[in-house]
């Protein structure tokens, strides 16, 4: 049984917990939080015992394999490094990092760590849907594009249009939508259809200034995918991906609870299997396997690190191309 710490208290926490639980695979046994009492009343409601509200004791003295950081985007990094440099294995949130500084030097730090392994908890990726999808593609005889949308309203946005500034929705903090929802989307781009040869990223900026939506545009040698995000509204479209005469459709291009095949004759095919209750379960599943057999799957261990540097340099690249900067330092540093 894999011992599990975390960081972070909120929602999405709990529910890693719960899938990591449902797998069979872990035991949540460490709780960090910048409020002892916070970590103490969430740790209790897990049935732990151990807290901290110092995180370099909390990887000192903590007794856990692996942590999972559900931190604002912006301390991903320093908390990551923090982790590799004490031995313990890391499952982060999307966004990995902020930037491509911030990937390299992770990568560099993993080379002088080899014992540690790093997952960016991007949960889709792992679920049967999104395999299935990336399976019939490679059976349709022409890809003319795709239209990928996930908008959803944010919990946080009443608070921007009170005059506040969420972390969610704050530069400092490297938040917005493109590096929160739209981190999905660029999964399934980078994923189902390669790098893109150019990109443009045209985001709604809100009050605080970060990205409260945005359509991106990558561009391919002989199709183009459109990427719709965004945290300040609600969308129901589906999303496709167009054959020529066959078009897959998605309920979702993040949950993918349906899909379906439009077939050349008019026909439908559903694609999809009914998804697991906990969208994390897969994921907790496939990261406890890497941990205790790395060996046996180091061929997907490798795959999903390059595809998460590929999504990270695609975030970078969007925002550059749209002058939208967290730092005084990516003003300086070219998309690639």
Known sequence: MLKLGIIGTNWIT?????????????????????????????????????????????????????????????????????????????????????????FEALDELLRAHPGVLYFEAARQVHEENFKLIQAKLRTM????????????????????????????????????????????????????????????????????????????ILRYPSFNVTLNTGKSSNSYLPSEIYGLKDTIVMDNAAELGQVTYHRADGKTDNLGVAPDKNPMLAEARDFAAVINDPASHAKDYQAWRQLSRNVNKLLFNLRQSAHLYFSDAERDTPAE
């Open 14 to 102: 709990q529910q890693f917990i719960d899938a990591a639980k449902a797998s069979g695979e872990w035991a949540l046994t460490s709780v960090y939080s910048r409020r002892l009492d916070r970590a103490d009343e969430f740790a209790g409601q897990n049935g732990v015992s151990e807290t901290f509200d110092d995180l370099d004791k909390f990887f000192s003295n903590g007794h856990f394999d692996a942590v999972y950081i559900a931190s604002p985007n912006s301390v991903h990094f320093s908390q990551a490094k923090l982790a590799i440099e004490h031995g313990k294995h890391v499952i982060v949130e999307k966004p990995a990092v902020a930037n491509q500084a911030e």
């Open 141 to 216: 005889d022409r890809i003319q594009g795709a239209t990928l949308t996930y908008m959803k309203y944010s919990s946080r946005y009443d608070a921007v249009l009170d005059g506040q500034e969420p972390n969610v929705f704050s530069l400092k903090f490297a938040g917005g939508a493109l590096q929160d929802l739209g981190v999905y989307l660029a999964y399934d781009a980078v994923a189902w259809f390669g790098m893109p040869d150019d990109v443009a990223y045209y985001p709604t900026l809100g009050p605080t200034k970060v990205d409260d939506s945005g359509v991106a």
